[in-house]
């Protein structure tokens, strides 16, 4: 952390290399900050850094707040000492150090947001000022692909992968080919959170294996790579069916009933016909074995 600002000689206050200024002149508190963007993980320590300088040896008072819809004031100070109550949401939880510097432990998720801390001294007329962001986030945990089947027709089916992770906040996904990035494909589908794929239409190149990484600001998880078989269809079989070559005709003639003849001569007849046409259809399709 950042200490108060010393001297260059033994001795005498931390301010003393300061140069008062000179009569009529105003002055003003210095305010500077390692870093604008503080990066913390829930249940850990986060210490916003700030550091000050002031022609004044007087103890600074400090005050911190948190941009809501109206600003929220965290706590207040006179050098390290804590003014009046804190709210119930930050006690024992927060600690001023003697530059200014504001100490959050352990971190909630709710701690996340914009943070201005105001320092004033009684002999300087202008107040110094300084805002850090704070992102508070929980680690993600190792995710896996899920699949319902690893096994896809060419062509005529579709697979989806779920990207599954139990822990984790403000993930970002990506899908990625035998350990590469997947590259854009009319066929591919993602979910409006990339967390879920599925490519449609499959294709033999599809054929690999598929992983998903997960990312957040302080974190990320890779999954195990899931393998996908893709397989054709099986080839048709020979079968009795025409060919562009071979030409069947038949031709039935109305023969009219003899004069006399009884209605059995008629069934009799029709049954010959079936028989004659069932009989030119399998010798047109039979082929002598080998």
């Known amino acids: 952390t950042w200490g108060p600002l010393s001297s260059s000689g033994g001795g005498g206050s931390p301010f003393s290399h300061c140069v008062s200024p000179p009569q009529g002149l105003l002055a003003a508190v210095n305010i500077t900050s390692p870093t604008p963007l503080v990066r913390g993980t829930a249940g850990r320590a986060a210490l916003l850094s700030v550091r000050y300088a002031s022609a004044s040896a007087d103890k600074p008072v400090v005050k911190w707040q948190v941009k809501r819809d109206k600003p929220v004031t965290v706590v207040q100070s006179i050098g390290t000492e804590i003014i009046g109550n804190l709210r119930p949401d930050y006690r024992d939880r927060i600690r001023v150090l003697e530059n200014g510097s504001l100490l959050i432990s352990p971190l909630q998720l709710a701690d996340e947001g914009a943070y201005e801390v105001e320092v004033s001294i009684t002999d300087d007329t202008f107040t110094g000022e300084k805002t850090i962001n704070l992102t508070v986030d929980i680690p993600i945990s190792k995710p896996q692909v899920l699949v319902a089947s690893s096994t896809v027709l060419e062509l005529s089916e579709f697979f989806t992968l779920n990207c599954s992770h139990e822990n984790g906040t403000k993930p970002t996904y990506t899908w990625l080919k035998d350990g590469r990035?997947?590259?854009?494909?009319?066929?591919?589908?993602?979910?409006?959170?990339?967390?879920?794929?599925?490519?449609?239409?499959?294709?033999?190149?599809?054929?690999?294996?598929?992983?998903?990484?997960?990312?957040?600001?302080?974190?990320?998880?890779r999954s195990v790579p899931v393998k996908i078989t893709v397989y054709r269809k099986p080839p048709i079989p020979p079968s009795c069916t025409p060919r562009a070559a071979h030409h069947l005709q038949m031709l039935c003639p109305l023969i009219p009933c003899p004069p006399g003849r009884s209605s059995l001569y008629i069934i009799l007849s029709t049954g010959g016909i079936f028989l004659l046409v069932t009989l030119v259809t399998v010798c047109a399709c039979w082929k002598p074995s080998k």
């Open 181 to 221: 990035p997947l590259s854009n494909d009319s066929r591919l589908l993602l979910s409006p959170d990339q967390k879920i794929l599925t490519i449609t239409r499959v294709l033999m190149a599809d054929d690999d294996v598929y992983s998903c990484l997960v990312e957040n600001p302080i974190s990320h998880g």
